[in-house]
């Protein structure tokens, strides 16, 4: 058995960390997407029986120690798996991963989130698999993968982080990829 922990980055009180706002009024702030994204992901793993675990039920920001130390709470006890959703910014399109460098099981599993991009994102870019010293990948004991889907920044790609349905096809994107890990690392789960 292993249970899926899902972070949801940033706060309501977290500066920065949002689109511009569009001619037509519309904006992203992160932290809604990232919580939203999280919601929707573990709805769809609970209805396919996958034990999910939401890190960070407030609005506010956590800090990132104590969401380390809670996820840490989970990982101290079996398999855990982390997943921080994020939405990118500072140019460009596409999806994209991160995990801590040198972490190498952390890599397989970004790289079937990577193979799984083109079913749901057929249209747009996935940028790669790629390291980074993040603090809520380097305190997790667990593998954490750290995805960024689609830039906030970039008036088409924020369309669809706004959007109903792009929602939902994120979230299937990571349901589906956390699904596609399970069967082939834990098949007797
Ligand atoms: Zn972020």
């Known amino acids: 058995m292993i249970t899926i922990l899902l972070d949801n980055g940033h706060g309501n009180d977290t500066p920065g960390k949002r689109s511009p706002i569009w001619p037509d009024g519309s904006q992203l702030l992160e932290w809604q997407f990232n919580r939203d994204i999280v919601t929707r992901t573990a709805t769809i793993l609970r209805k396919a029986g996958i034990p999910v675990e939401c890190l960070v039920p407030e609005s506010q920001d956590i800090a990132l120690s104590e969401r380390c130390r809670r996820a840490n709470v989970f990982a101290r006890r079996g398999d855990c798996l982390l997943i921080s959703v994020h939405a990118n910014a500072g140019g460009g399109s596409g999806g994209e991963i991160f995990t801590y460098p040198g972490a190498r099981q952390s890599v397989v599993y970004a790289e079937v989130f990577g193979d799984t991009w083109g079913e749901h994102f057929p249209e747009l870019r996935f940028r790669g698999c790629k390291e980074a010293d993040f603090a809520i990948l380097r305190g997790t004991l667990c593998p954490a993968l750290l ?16 959007s109903e349905q792009g929602r939902e096809r994120i979230a299937r994107w ?8 399970l069967k082939q690392f834990f098949p007797g789960r």
């Open 174 to 181: 990571h349901a589906a990829s956390i699904e596609k890990i």
């Open 147 to 162: 995805t960024e889907s689609l830039f906030m920044d970039n008036p088409d790609d924020c369309k669809i982080l706004l």
